[in-house]
């Protein structure tokens, strides 16, 4: 029978029986010292994977709020128009009223309170206007923030990847490089 390693074997493991054999106690201890930093080193990528997952929930949360607090600022503005529109028809229904009542004399000064009321109306239209457009300003700011926000914490975990692969890689050229310089003793 040959000395192949069982399925459920990790690769790992195997690779470490063949070092072993091949280099002896010395290799063993260094093999065991690789062993025992790629497992802090996978430690580590869990910890950052959690932080990682952690940011992207707290950024979804954050999109969830801003989300909502514009809700609520498009709902308080239709609220406010509406008010606004029925403040209008009111006045525009009192001013009826009161110019059927009054005689021809008193059309003069309902004319002036026509004009105060466009007026008022006018200054109304402008403050919501005002209101718009600062609730559009602050959502853009919002939403600029968040973008720029979730582009970095992509950025920031490609490039934990990335850094994580090289770090394996270098690792596991150190060991063979140390492996064949111990045989080559």
Same mark, same amino acid.
């Given at each position: 029978?040959?000395?192949?390693? &069982?399925? @459920?074997?990790?690769?790992?493991?195997?690779?470490?029986?063949?070092?072993?054999?091949?280099?002896?106690?010395?290799?063993? &201890?260094?093999?065991?010292?690789?062993?025992?930093?790629?497992?802090?080193?996978?430690?580590?990528?869990?910890?950052?994977?959690?932080?990682?997952?952690?940011?992207?929930?707290?950024?979804?949360?954050?999109?969830?709020?801003?989300?909502?607090?514009?809700?609520?600022?498009?709902?308080?503005?239709?609220?406010?128009?509406?008010?606004?529109?029925?403040?209008?028809?009111?006045?525009?229904?009192?001013?009826?009223?009161? *110019?059927?009542?009054?005689?021809? @004399?008193?059309?003069?000064?309902?004319?002036?309170?026509?004009?105060?009321?466009?007026?008022?109306?006018?200054?109304?239209?402008? &403050?919501?206007?005002?209101?718009?457009?600062?609730?559009?300003?602050?959502?853009?700011?919002?939403?600029?923030?968040?973008?720029?926000?979730?582009? @970095?914490?992509?950025?920031?975990?490609?490039?934990? *990847?990335? %850094?994580?692969?090289?770090?394996?890689?270098?690792? &596991? %050229?150190?060991?063979?490089?140390?492996?064949?310089?111990?045989?080559?003793?």
């Amino acid at each position: 029978m040959t000395d192949e390693p &069982s399925a @459920a074997e990790p690769l790992w493991a195997s690779f470490q029986d063949v070092v072993e054999q091949l280099t002896g106690p010395l290799a063993a &201890s260094t093999v065991e010292r690789v062993a025992e930093e790629v497992g802090r080193l996978d430690k580590s990528l869990a910890e950052l994977r959690k932080d990682l997952s952690g940011l992207a929930v707290e950024q979804d949360d954050a999109a969830r709020a801003l989300k909502k607090q514009q809700e609520a600022l498009i709902r308080e503005n239709q609220q406010l128009r509406c008010q606004l529109e029925a403040l209008k028809n009111d006045l525009a229904e009192q001013l009826k009223l009161s *110019h059927e009542a009054q005689s021809a @004399a008193a059309r003069e000064d309902t004319a002036g309170v026509l004009r105060e009321v466009s007026r008022a109306v006018e200054e109304a239209r402008s &403050s919501a206007t005002v209101l718009e457009a600062a609730v559009g300003e602050r959502l853009a700011r919002l939403s600029a923030s968040w973008a720029a926000d979730v582009e @970095a914490l992509r950025a920031g975990q490609s490039a934990t *990847h990335r %850094l994580a692969r090289v770090t394996v890689m270098l690792l &596991s %050229l150190a060991l063979v490089l140390g492996a064949v310089g111990v045989v080559l003793r």
